[in-house]
């Protein structure tokens, strides 16, 4: 089993930034793709940024440019850096690591964003 332990979630005003952080420890064999997701009230669950086990990153449309995803492999942790966050990026952001074991979500945490 892999448990996700996420932080970083914070009440912020438009044009601020947040870095978000995720770390992975228990039985982990290898870990692939890390990644994090949100959800916003009465939304689905939407995909934000992607990191591969080589690096490669993919963005939503809604935060390229803003938001940067990276990963320390020594530290089993993904990160989510976001700057100039706006109120629509208001969500419960939640992490999630494919690994060889199988995939394995965080508990989320609350990024709130004022106006």
């Known amino acids: 089993q892999v448990q996700l332990v996420e932080s970083g979630g914070d009440l912020v005003q438009a044009g601020g930034s947040l870095r978000l952080s995720c770390a992975a420890s228990?039985?982990?064999?290898?870990?692939?793709?890390m990644a994090w997701y949100r959800q916003a009230p009465v939304k689905q669950r939407e995909l934000v940024a992607i990191?591969?086990?080589?690096?490669?990153?993919t963005y939503a449309g809604s935060v390229k440019g803003r938001f940067t995803v990276s990963r320390d492999n020594a530290k089993n942790t993904v990160y989510l850096q976001m700057n100039s966050l706006r109120p629509e990026d208001t969500a419960v952001y939640y992490c999630?690591?494919?690994?060889?074991?199988?995939?394995?979500w965080g508990q989320g945490t609350q990024v709130s964003v004022s106006s």
């Open positions: 999630n690591v494919v690994t060889g074991g199988g995939v394995f």
């Open positions: 990191i591969s086990s080589g690096g490669v990153t």
């Open positions: 228990g039985s982990i064999f290898s870990i692939n793709a």
